[in-house]
């Protein structure tokens, strides 16, 4: 696995875009509280896409069309223990392209074809794509991103219930956006950190992402170190004593005491930062008026044995809704409010032309 201290200037670039993208699509999106989402996802299949926008991509993916697309593909192709990554494109038989995209496009499968990829790409964890086709649908473009990290201990259980952990990375740390904030990673080989962080109640869940991405920048960078305690006694998440231990240990013991859980969603992402700028691009190679929708699930899971993580990502173009077309004709309106007559002439054969009832009606 490819560790930090390696990194070529490209995947040092790919994961601040990433993680700038992140934190800008949260706020855009007002998606602080998802249960789960993958902004990496995301971001994946629109780098992926990158060429086929008619701008450059700084601004939205942190990175131009050109180096958005080779850090999407250095990533898909990068091995790593536990994290699987795939992009895929479908198009429907019979449409023609008046541009070529970026991805490679086979056949566009039925419904029961895109489910069968979304399980082979998240290891089963997802089983039905985002997104349903039906015979408007033109092309299909999805992501696929899965972690599925075990810890290196088996985690215990505390008298109430709680996940148990002695071990791995915890702190008590100082940060700007959200104060005081208690952060638990457990041990894991499978080149994954898990981080839990907890802020004090009250502080607002867009001040919590901020504290994590802060912490999670100072641990990268050496600043803090596992066991840091800022604090200055018990606090919103932690308290403090002492006790008797056995075998001359004069470190301090650290626990923390975590739930067992298991989250999905589903996001509409059309209005992302990116999306827009990516699928006009796409829509473009398409003669016919299109539109397009980006859809997300994902779901997670944290246990005693390790987490588990999965997202795809579909974008799908399909063929717009005509619009009326506009014209100017006479508009001429007929008022019967006055008295009047009605009659009710035969028609055909030896009756025609029969007058068969007259009335003269007196409006009210």
Known sequence: MEKSGTQTPLSLAAAQAVRTYAATTRSALGS???????????????????????????????????????????????????????????????????????????????????????????????????LEIDAQTLIVLASALVVTPRWSERLGEDDEGLLLLESGFQAVVETDAAGLVAIACPPSEDGISVYSVIAADGVAAADVWQASEEVVRRI????????????????????????????????????????????????????????AEIARGVMAAVEEETEAVCVQKAVASYDREGFKAAAVTGMMVRAAAAAPRETKVRQIDLRFDRPHAVVAIARGGAWEGIPLFGSWVTPA
Not at 94 to 121: I, N, R, Y
Request: glycine share 10%.
């Open 32 to 130: 602080a509280e998802s249960p789960v989402i993958s902004y990496a996802g995301l971001w994946l299949l629109l780098a992926s896409l990158a060429p086929a926008a008619e701008t450059e991509t700084d601004e939205v993916l942190g990175l131009n069309r050109a180096d958005a697309r080779a850090a999407a593909l250095a990533l898909l192709e990068a091995p790593h223990p536990t994290i699987g990554a795939a992009v895929a494109g479908w198009l429907r038989p019979g449409v023609s392209l008046t541009k070529g995209l970026p991805v490679v496009l086979d056949p566009l499968p039925g419904q029961a074809g895109l489910d069968a990829w979304a399980d082979e790409h998240t290891r089963g964890l997802i089983k039905e794509f985002p």
């Open 220 to 275: 990268d960078a050496g600043e803090v170190r596992n066991h840091a305690f800022e604090a200055q006694g018990a606090g919103h998440a932690w308290t403090v004593q002492e006790v008797t231990v056995f075998g001359g240990a004069t470190a301090d013991r650290w626990r923390s005491h975590l739930p067992e859980w298991s989250l999905e969603d589903r996001h509409d992402l059309s209005a992302a930062p990116g999306v």
